[in-house]
């Protein structure tokens, strides 16, 4: 998801919030005016909030960094499609967050006995640390890594 804006709205946190505690993982971009300025709905603690690195993993010009970030992925010249059948080079947290969202789909068919709670954990607890040790404003935990969060499922057995 990349919609978004600046004000945080009662109803759509406890919305989003209602989602999370039936199962289901909301993703959405960081937002692209590199500062720490909240962006909703990536910044309700129940959506996970994902920022855009470059191709030497450093955060993205671009890429919102706050407290609420959770991850990051590649969102610096990403191929991706755009009106009447082409593809163009863009660049964004909209650009990063399908990376998250493609790999959590793939984890959750591949183990689809796993809870969202589970899901989520691999996902975040697998991450490459690119920033200060832990999480931190820029990058969140780190880099999304599908494999590592696989392996992760794999051993919590609830595949």
């Known amino acids: 998801m990349s919609p978004g804006g600046n ?20 993703i959405a971009a960081a937002g692209n005016n590199g500062d720490t300025e909240y962006n909703y709905p990536a910044s309700y603690s129940s959506v996970i909030s994902v920022g855009a690195v470059d191709s030497k993993n450093q955060k993205a010009s671009f890429s ?10 590649p969102g610096v010249n990403i191929l991706s499609t755009v ?9 964004g947290t909209s650009m990063a967050t399908p990376h998250v969202s493609g790999a959590t789909f793939l984890l959750w068919n591949k183990y689809p006995r796993c809870t ?8 975040l607890s697998t991450a490459l640390d690119l920033g200060p040790q832990g999480k931190d404003n820029y990058f969140g935990v780190g880099l999304v890594q599908y494999w590592a969060a696989a392996s992760y499922l794999m051993a919590a057995k609830c595949g």
């Open 64 to 73: 919102q960094w706050n407290s609420m970030v959770d991850i990051a992925a």
């Open 83 to 91: 009106p009447y059948g082409r593809y163009a080079y863009m660049s």
């Open 7 to 26: 004000d945080s709205v009662a109803s759509e946190s406890i919305a989003f919030a209602s989602l999370r505690s039936k199962g289901i993982l909301i």
């Open 116 to 123: 969202a709670d589970q899901v989520q954990a691999a996902i």
